[in-house]
C-alpha cells in the first residue's frame, strides 16, 4: 500500500477535526465535539496535543501523532 502525504495548515486543522466530530479543548487536546471532557486517544492510548497532531488513519478514527516513532510504524503497517 502506498502512503500518502496531505499537508494541511495550522488553519485548517479545526475544520478536519469537525468532519470527524472532533473539535479542540482549552488546554490544546483533540476531544469528542459531544462530550468535551473525553479526549481523543492515539492507539496506544495516548491524549493528542493539536500541536502533535498528524492526521487520522484511512478506513478509521486512529488518531496519530506527529513524531518520528509514530509515524514509522504507520509506514511498517501500510507496506
Known amino acids: 500500500m502506498k502512503l500518502s502525504r496531505i499537508t494541511f495548515t495550522e488553519e485548517s486543522k479545526s475544520d478536519?477535526?469537525?468532519?470527524?466530530?472532533?473539535?479542540?479543548?482549552?488546554?490544546?487536546y483533540i476531544v469528542e465535539t459531544e462530550n468535551v471532557n473525553q479526549k481523543v486517544l492515539t492507539t496506544k492510548g495516548e491524549e493528542i496535543h493539536i500541536s502533535e497532531w498528524a492526521g487520522v488513519m484511512r478506513g478509521s478514527e486512529a488518531f496519530v501523532k506527529s513524531d518520528a516513532f509514530s509515524l514509522m510504524?504507520?509506514?511498517k503497517k501500510l507496506e
Open 16 to 28: 478536519i477535526l469537525e468532519l470527524f466530530g472532533k473539535t479542540i479543548d482549552d488546554e490544546g
Open 73 to 75: 510504524e504507520i509506514a
